[in-house]
């Protein structure tokens, strides 16, 4: 199955046991999911549109992401008013 995984795939074609959410998720199911893919590799779907596209990074581009939000990087994107 790793073979056909892909940026833009259905989400809902990956593994369904793996998705997991922040705690801080917003109670009306708006977040963001992400997936361990068997090759290693990291899924990101959206809560609300299971079914929707899925984003598959690398593990360096979400250690590289994750470690820009630790260090407050993108913070200035908490800072704008809500929609």
Known sequence: MASHIHNG???SALPE???RKSRYSNPDGSC????MLDGGDIAV???RYP???ALVYTPAEVR???L???DG???YLMERPPV
């Open 32 to 35: 963001m999911e992400v997936a």
């Open 64 to 66: 590289a992401f994750l």
């Open 17 to 19: 046991d793996g998705w």
């Open 9 to 11: 795939m259905i989400a």
């Open 51 to 53: 079914d929707g596209p």
């Open 68 to 70: 820009g939000v630790k």
């Open 73 to 75: 990087e993108f913070d």
């Open 45 to 47: 779907r959206n809560s």
